[in-house]
């Protein structure tokens, strides 16, 4: 259930970010400035964007930490999903496979 439950969370990680981010690019392109700009408009956005920043930073430490104690393999996918996607993704993606791991070891 667990697995079903971070699978779901998966899908739903990449589709509600991208349905904000899909409309930016075909308005914006791959334009980095107006994405700062945005992404910094007010101290709203500000929090947010550093929260997600930080968090990203801690999920990557916690990535390779976990991952090479349960000696994982790939682990740079998970780096990789947060950095096209974001933590709502790569974070559960990550959780996802750690469980797969934990089951098939126990």
Same mark, same amino acid.
């Given at each position: 259930?667990?697995?079903?439950? /971070?699978l779901?969370?998966?899908?739903?990680?990449?589709?509600?970010? /991208?349905?904000? #981010?899909?409309?930016?690019?075909?308005?914006e &392109?791959? *334009?980095?400035?107006?994405?700062? =700009? $945005?992404?910094?408009?007010?101290?709203?956005?500000?929090?947010?964007?550093?929260?997600?920043?930080?968090?990203?930073?801690? #999920? &990557?430490? #916690?990535? #390779?930490? $976990?991952?090479?104690?349960?000696?994982?393999?790939?682990?740079?996918? /998970?780096?990789?999903? *947060?950095?096209l996607?974001?933590?709502?993704? &790569?974070?559960?993606?990550?959780l996802?496979? =750690?469980? =797969?791991?934990?089951? $098939?070891?126990?």
């Open positions: 259930m667990l697995k079903i439950a /971070y779901i969370l998966c899908i739903l990680g990449t589709a509600l970010p /991208y349905s904000q #981010f899909v409309p930016f690019l075909l308005e &392109g791959l *334009n980095i400035n107006a994405f700062f =700009r $945005e992404l910094f408009a007010n101290q709203i956005s500000g929090f947010f964007g550093m929260d997600v920043i930080v968090s990203s930073l801690v #999920f &990557g430490t #916690f990535v #390779f930490s $976990e991952g090479s104690r349960l000696k994982m393999k790939n682990l740079w996918i /998970y780096i990789v999903s *947060n950095l996607v974001g933590v709502s993704l &790569g974070l559960p993606l990550f996802l496979m =750690r469980q =797969r791991k934990l089951e $098939e070891t126990a």
